[in-house]
């Protein structure tokens, strides 16, 4: 059994930054690929970046330059820092897990889901 938990999110101006996290806990190891997802209502959920372990990263075209995705192997915590946040950027953020490599993969290839923590960016 695999838990994530994500944090960190909130309410914030056009052009501020948020730091959210997710911690693993369970049946999880370091092997696990590890993503952020967000999904803003109405809208299918979408992927916004993902990290391996070796340092590899991926970006949705709409987040790069932007977001920033880190991941402690040790913990197995992952880490998604946001800065010049856009009211595009309002959704509910989630970080995703699966037991094979991947990076950003679509949804279905992940098995593992947090509850999600709301980012909301007014203009």
């Known amino acids: 059994q695999v838990q994530l938990v994500e944090s960190g999110g909130g309410s914030v101006q056009s052009g501020g930054s948020l730091r959210l996290s997710c911690v693993a806990s369970?049946?999880?190891?370091?092997?696990?690929?590890v993503a952020w997802f967000r999904q803003a209502p109405g809208k299918e959920r979408e992927g916004v970046a993902a990290?391996?372990?070796?340092?590899?990263?991926t970006y949705a075209d709409s987040v790069k330059g932007r977001f920033t995705i880190s991941r402690d192997n040790t913990k197995i915590t992952l880490y998604l820092q946001m800065s010049s946040l856009k009211p595009e950027d309002t959704a509910m953020y989630y970080c995703?897990?699966?037991?094979?490599?991947?990076?950003?993969?679509?949804?279905?290839?992940?098995?593992?889901w947090g509850q999600g923590t709301q980012v909301t960016v007014s203009s």
């Open positions: 995703a897990a699966a037991s094979r490599w991947l990076l950003l993969a679509p949804p279905s290839e992940y098995t593992y």
């Open positions: 990290i391996g372990r070796d340092g590899t990263t």
């Open positions: 369970g049946y999880i190891d370091s092997r696990y690929s």
